[in-house]
Nanobody
Framework: QVQLVESGGGLVQAGGSLRLSCAAS????????MGWFRRAPGKEREFVAA????????YYADSVKGRFTISRDNAKNTVYLQLNSLKPEDTAVYYC???????????????????WGQGTQVTVSS
């Protein structure tokens, strides 16, 4: 069992930055791939970024590539999402998710993940 708690959301002006954190409980964090998803008002949840259990491979949605960076610190059981050059359309609740590492898992799919956090609100004003 993995429990996830996000933090770091808030209100920021367009062009600003935030760093989201997702702290995981449990001793098996390092064997889990991690993802960030977001849900904007009135929209479906969408993939943002993901990172392999080693941290060696990362994936990004086209809409955030070059602006957001995902990273992890397995010693701290934490995954991060650095959000730069924020736009009003980045406004959403951001969720982190975890899945036991395995072959053939598509990290861009929300259905691949077993554990989810409660989310943290990011609001970008224009």
């Amino acid at each position: 069992q993995v429990q996830l708690v996000e933090s770091g959301g808030g209100l920021v002006q367009a062009g600003g930055s935030l760093r989201l954190s997702c702290a995981a409980s449990g001793r098996t964090f390092s064997s889990h791939a991690m993802g960030w998803f977001r849900r904007a008002p009135g929209k479906e949840r969408e993939f943002v970024a993901a990172i392999s259990w080693t941290g060696g491979t990362t994936y990004y949605a086209d809409s955030v590539k070059g602006r957001f960076t995902i990273s992890r610190d397995n010693a701290k059981n934490t995954v991060y999402l650095q959000l730069n050059s924020l736009k009003p359309e980045d406004t959403a609740v951001y969720y982190c998710a975890a899945v036991q590492a395995g072959v053939g898992i598509i990290l861009q799919r929300s259905s691949s993940y077993d554990y989810w956090g409660q989310g943290t609100q990011v609001t970008v004003s224009s």
